[in-house]
């Protein structure tokens, strides 16, 4: 590209403006290139010294150059703040490019192919052509059947003796704490990992229990919990467990 600053029309700075971006946006000027100094610049264009300021400040409050203090004006990525200058030109939001996710074990997602769409569209089907209990409310805790069925997983994969009468369905944590705090009236404290499920301890601090770090506990050797038989311990996903501390099996052992 070339300046041409013979032309009329187009005020001469913004002309030097936009041979420079030319020059980034193309790749010709690579990111951390210098540019020619003000004064430098205006005496091979033969413009004043306040043109190509004025050229450099637009270049700048755009994205395509930074200046250093006592050093001069460098290119910055050109491709990013292209892409910045034509989102806020045409009022489209940049999205920002994530690479490809090729295992996702995250808990809030399910494997397409590994997901039995069939059967799940069997078992829809069958609790839809169940008209009366679709216009009846369920059991309070839950329906027998899924409670039922946890109580079996449980004591098959989890270890845990329970009966179905013991288990409460819920349609989140927080809304079954809700639903449990009330039934431990008779207990005054609750113990938790920190950092932990705030939104849980608050819930409990909301009911009047007085709540703590069991961490300290363990490291400080804090006698709160031995001298109160009133307390409840709030334990881990081992996920977390792993990646805040360890519940070794002598503090388990110890508040069963």
């Not at 290119?75 to 999205?95: K, M």
């Not at 849980?200 to 601090?205: K, P, S, Y």
């Not at 919990?225 to 503090?251: F, H, T, W």
Request: include cysteine; proline fraction near 5%.
């Amino acid at each position: 590209m070339e300046l041409n600053l013979s032309e009329p029309g187009q005020s001469r700075y913004l002309r030097v403006y936009e041979y420079y971006k030319e020059l980034i946006v193309s790749g010709q000027m690579k990111p951390g290139a210098k540019l020619p100094s003000i004064r430098k610049c205006s005496l091979q264009l033969q413009l004043s010294r306040t043109t190509v300021e004025t050229a450099y400040m637009l270049l700048a409050a755009d994205g395509y150059i930074i200046s250093r203090p006592q050093s001069g004006f460098y290119v910055t990525d050109a491709v990013l703040a292209a892409a910045n200058r034509e989102e806020i030109e045409h009022g489209v939001p940049r999205q920002e490019e994530r690479p490809e996710i090729r295992y996702d074990f995250a808990s809030s997602n399910v494997d397409r192919e590994s997901f039995q769409f069939d059967l799940w569209r069997r078992y829809v089907k069958s609790a839809l052509r169940q008209d009366e209990r679709l216009l009846s409310y369920g059991e309070p805790q839950g329906e027998r059947e899924f409670r039922e069925a946890l109580c079996a997983y449980l004591g098959r994969h989890r270890n845990v003796i329970c009966t179905p009468d013991s288990i409460v369905v819920g349609a989140g944590v927080q809304s079954l704490l809700h639903i449990l705090c009330p039934m431990l009236r008779e207990r005054d404290s609750a113990w938790f990992f920190n950092p932990s499920f705030r939104q849980g301890r608050q819930i409990f601090e909301d009911y009047g229990f007085r709540t703590g770090d069991i961490r300290e506990y363990w490291e400080n050797n804090d006698r709160r919990i031995e001298s109160s038989k009133k307390d409840l311990c709030g334990i881990e996903k081992p996920d977390v467990c792993a990646r805040e501390m360890k519940q070794g099996y002598p503090n388990r052992c110890q508040r069963r």
